[in-house]
């Protein structure tokens, strides 16, 4: 019995050192099924009716699927007098600052949109931008 224990014992460390040596696989970013990622930090229904216009808009439109890992995160804050903050962040960056009425509930779907086609602009400027040193460095 004690034989029989050690034999599995041994053939179990053989397998895992197999494992240990076998040559692992390059990572590569063409592999990594997650090209975006669009979180919400919404907080009333108002800010998740907002989340929601946006990320349909976001996932309708396969702009972003050629540039880099984006991380954007749709953020709301409370304001006096029935408004909220609407903030937009792209890699840690604010590229969207709106404050809107809990009032004109009936808007929220354009507002969306039209904070979606501000963050498209960004996201092609950006590209545009990293594709030509020259005009990112100077301007001109």
């Excluded at 970013?29 to 997650?34: L, N």
């Excluded at 349909?56 to 804050?77: I, M, P, R, T, Y």
């Excluded at 903050?85 to 604010?94: A, D, G």
Aim: charged fraction near 20%; aromatic fraction near 8%; glycine fraction near 2%.
């Amino acid at each position: 019995m004690k034989l029989m224990k050690k034999n599995c014992l041994l053939l179990i460390l053989g397998l895992l050192s197999f494992n240990a040596l076998a040559e692992p696989k390059p990572w590569s970013e063409s592999s990594d099924p997650i090209q975006s990622l669009l979180l919400d930090r919404t907080v009333t229904p108002f800010g998740k009716q907002f989340f929601k216009s946006f990320s349909e808009a976001w996932n309708s439109n396969q702009f972003n699927s050629g540039n880099d890992a984006l991380h954007l995160l749709v953020k709301e804050s409370l304001l006096p007098q029935s408004r909220t903050l609407i903030q937009l962040e792209i890699n840690h960056r604010v590229v969207y600052r709106s404050i809107l009425s809990h009032r004109k509930r009936q808007q929220i779907d354009q507002d969306a949109q039209d904070a979606f086609q501000k963050i498209a602009q960004f996201i092609a400027q950006q590209a545009l931008q990293q594709s030509n040193e020259d005009i990112a460095i100077s301007g001109y």
